[in-house]
């Protein structure tokens, strides 16, 4: 139980501070935007909609986002760059994050267990599976980057 609650205690700093570092990044975003060429596009009806919709409905928006994958950054970005007020935004972060964190611990230091185990009893099958492990991370990256540069390829030569 201690195990569980130490890396609980870190993953949910690490997610504070990683998600309320987002939150800046896209308050800064929004505000420089706001001074750009684009603020005129930025005051519009629907823009100024969406900024009060998300002032005021986003925060289950971030509280949620943390159960997901991919779309925690996103939801935190947005909620700054749309200037979601501190008030509703630190509560959605402090339950979203304790949400994450607390199932990251439990899961993560259960597959790790679930590993240790597997090298205990039958090291070349451990063996064998982080491999494979490894092999599909190498070939989803090597499709993903031969991807990229077909398409970026495609774009490069015609405007030669």
Known sequence: MDKIALTAGALYVIVLLRASGTFAVGWLAGAGARRSRFAG??????????????????????????????????????????????????PALFVGGAAWALIYATAGLGVLEVLERLFAERT?????????????????????????????????????
Do not use: H
């Open 41 to 90: 596009r930025l005051s519009s009806a629907k823009v100024q909609r969406a900024e009060r919709a998300i002032q005021r409905w986003g925060a289950p928006v971030v509280a949620v986002s943390f159960l997901t994958v991919g779309f925690q950054t996103a939801a935190n970005f947005l909620a700054g760059s749309m200037r979601m007020p501190l008030p509703r935004y630190l």
């Open 124 to 160: 070349a099958l451990g063996v064998s599976a982080v491999a494979v492990l490894l092999l599909a991370v190498c070939a989803v990256v090597v499709y993903r980057r031969r991807r990229a540069v077909l398409s970026s390829g495609d774009t490069v030569s015609d405007e030669s």
